[in-house]
Nanobody, 118 residues
Framework: QVQLVESGGGSVQAGGSLRLSCAVSEFTSTTICIGWFRQAPGKGREGVAIIDHDDRPHYADSVKDRFVIAKDSTVTLQMNDLNPEGTATYYC????????????????WGQGTQVTVS
């Protein structure tokens, strides 16, 4: 059904920016929430930002005002003013329901893209 493929990861210095993209199959025919998550070495996976059924963004407090999620032909995550805490593998994911529980119940996952901030 839904397939997700991330791209855009890389290495940047602190204060720099990266733009991640998530290509989503069946995007136009499926009503879903799509989110970005990240997992640093030795830590659990955490939600970063999602865009809901009404195309409204929701951000984790740790990235609010620095990251921007948007949806067009792909779902992008513009990451600005990166810091070393941003070093992680970033995943995009999809769910059919996310209202008020923005980072829960995601069942479709991409393979991840690595971001390193030095």
């Amino acid at each position: 059904q839904v397939q997700l493929v991330e791209s855009g990861g890389g290495s940047v210095q602190a204060g720099g920016s990266l733009r991640l993209s998530c290509a989503v199959s069946e995007f136009t025919s499926t009503t879903i929430c799509i989110g970005w998550f990240r997992q640093a070495p030795g830590k659990g996976r955490e939600g970063v930002a999602i865009i809901d059924h009404d195309d409204r963004p929701h951000y984790a407090d740790s990235v609010k005002d620095r990251f921007v999620i948007a949806k067009d032909s792909t779902v992008t995550l513009q990451m600005n003013d990166l810091n070393p805490e941003g070093t992680a593998t970033y995943y995009c994911a999809a769910t059919g329901y996310c209202y008020k529980r923005w980072f829960e119940n995601y069942r479709h996952w991409g393979q991840g893209t690595q971001v390193t901030v030095s």
